[in-house]
């Protein structure tokens, strides 16, 4: 009789438990060497300009719609003009033919955030300065949509690279506003309910969520620090990390491990500007893996929508500020992962697993690879 061999999570396939959408990922580590021809993404324009005179995101340009861009100096805010969700009033939508074949009309708006004036300069590449500008305005739209009558979400998110659909290549973020909180936030606010009304928990130091209610992800963070084999980088307040159950090859998950705190509203000036910093070492760390422009998409998950002020409490407190970023490149700058076949069909799969994703990441320099040779940075 064979006796079976020791596991090993390193080559054997197995699933791990996504606790915050209730989801599973196959882990197959043993795929991780197979060959690749398949597609080939085009490289990243290395030559970009600081002014670009057809962009529609530079300053004074005039964008698509014929609306002029001002000439700013740091950050610039306005409204989409292509909005996928259109302000109030909205048609009330016909009754269903068939329960199966139900309409829910939505109403919001959409705003564009440009992070800087040079063209040429993502936010890896930003002074700390530039980075805080960029957190003070997602607070101060957050807090205005999120006080719109009907507005029940606000999602703040950045697409970088072409890869991951940005159309302009000028740095800029999103956010959207929703008179209904969709799906994926929706999931894990259930989540967090779930996991705050357990009573199956061992005891734990980890910082407590409201009224002393376990946290899952104040509990996840405490966990992952203490352990420490998929933390890319943390400081004093915040922790950059490979999850467990990560979809993307360098997927991070970045939260604070410290207290819990609901939303972006809530933090301190020290927590924001500790922010700043450990978005630059994630940022940088990613373009130094492939020496490229590392594309992904970034949102933030927290509140709903704020309250009027920091000390007001509801329900919804339980949701803990955390930034997804998702990054499709798996082997190079140029190959990257494909969500397709078993993935849409069955469950997500990834070769790469996230204790080798973070060692990779985590031995990136902290200097950005443009900085030997490259023209210093001049924001201005």
Request: glycine share 4%; charged share 20%; with cysteine.
């Amino acid at each position: 009789m064979n006796l079976m061999a020791h596991f090993d999570p390193t080559h054997h396939p197995h699933r791990r438990f996504n606790p915050l959408t209730n989801e599973h990922i196959l882990v197959s580590p043993q795929r991780s060497k197979r060959p690749w021809l398949g597609q080939v993404e085009p490289s990243q324009p290395s030559d970009i300009p600081k002014f670009d005179p057809t962009c529609y995101l530079c300053p004074g340009n005039s964008r698509a719609g014929g609306q002029k861009t001002e000439h700013y100096e740091h950050t610039y805010v306005f409204e989409n003009d292509f909005s996928a969700i259109l302000p109030p009033p909205v048609p009330i939508a016909p009754p269903a033919s068939h329960p199966l074949l139900t309409t829910e009309p939505v109403s919001g708006g959409c705003n564009v955030i440009i992070f800087h004036p040079r063209h040429d300069l993502t936010i890896p590449r930003l002074p700390l300065d530039d980075i805080s500008r960029i957190i003070e305005e997602w607070i101060k739209i957050y807090r205005r949509r999120g006080g719109e009558d009907g507005i029940k979400h606000v999602q703040i998110f950045e697409n970088k690279g072409s890869i991951m659909g940005c159309s302009n290549p000028h740095p800029h973020g999103q956010v959207w506003s929703m008179s209904a909180i969709p799906t994926l936030p929706s999931v894990e606010i259930a989540s967090l309910t779930r996991y705050a009304s357990r009573s199956d928990l061992p005891p734990s130091d980890a910082p407590k969520g409201p009224d002393g209610h376990p946290c899952l992800l104040c509990e996840y963070a405490f966990t992952e620090v203490k352990l420490g084999e998929r933390v890319v980088v943390k400081n004093e307040h915040w922790v950059a990390l490979v999850p467990w159950w990560a979809t993307w090859p360098f997927e991070i998950l970045l939260l604070p491990y410290h207290r819990h705190i609901p939303s972006i509203f809530h933090l301190t000036p020290e927590e924001k500007l500790t922010l700043a910093s450990i978005i630059s070492q994630v940022t940088i760390k990613y373009d130094n893996l492939f020496l490229c422009s590392f594309a992904y998409s970034m949102g933030i998950h927290q509140r709903p929508v704020p309250l009027s002020s920091p000390e007001e409490t509801d329900d919804h407190d339980i949701c803990h500020l955390h930034l997804h970023f998702d990054p499709p490149l798996l082997r190079s700058a140029s190959v990257k992962k494909f969500i397709a076949g078993i993935e849409l069909m069955a469950e997500i799969q990834r070769d790469l697993t996230p204790e080798q994703a973070a060692q990779r990441l985590r031995t990136c320099a902290e200097t950005h690879y443009l900085e030997n040779g490259d023209v210093a940075l001049e924001a201005n």
